[in-house]
């Protein structure tokens, strides 16, 4: 008679004893564990991802200016200067909102 020594099994079924079809059971079971875990993680990746992305304010459009120079100074009209005027609110805008 051969004394086979008893090997720790570490959690899984022994293959004496008909511990076979366990292990098979346990098998069949956790690729769909893993599978839904995995789109758990992907998914909430997803969502955290989305969550952080912002948009970003558009630049305004440039104002077209009819500009003069007189004794080395730029003069514009009334009505260039306030376009320049919001022009520049604008891009304040832009700036405090990144």
């Given at each position: 008679m051969w004394?086979?020594?008893s090997l720790p099994s570490f959690g899984w079924p022994s293959p004496v004893?008909?511990?076979w079809p366990?292990?098979?059971r346990i098998?069949?079971?956790r690729p769909s564990a893993i599978t839904s875990t995995m789109i758990?993680?992907?998914g909430s990746i997803i969502i955290l991802t989305a969550c952080a992305t912002t948009t970003r304010p558009a630049k305004p459009t440039k104002p077209t200016l009819d500009?003069?120079?007189h004794d080395?100074?730029?003069c514009f009209s009334q009505q260039d200067a306030t376009q320049l005027g919001v022009y520049i609110q604008q891009l304040e805008?832009?700036?405090k909102a990144r």
């Open positions: 004394h086979v020594p004893f008909g511990g366990a292990a098979a098998a069949r079971r758990l993680l992907i500009a003069t120079t080395g100074m730029v805008r832009v700036i």
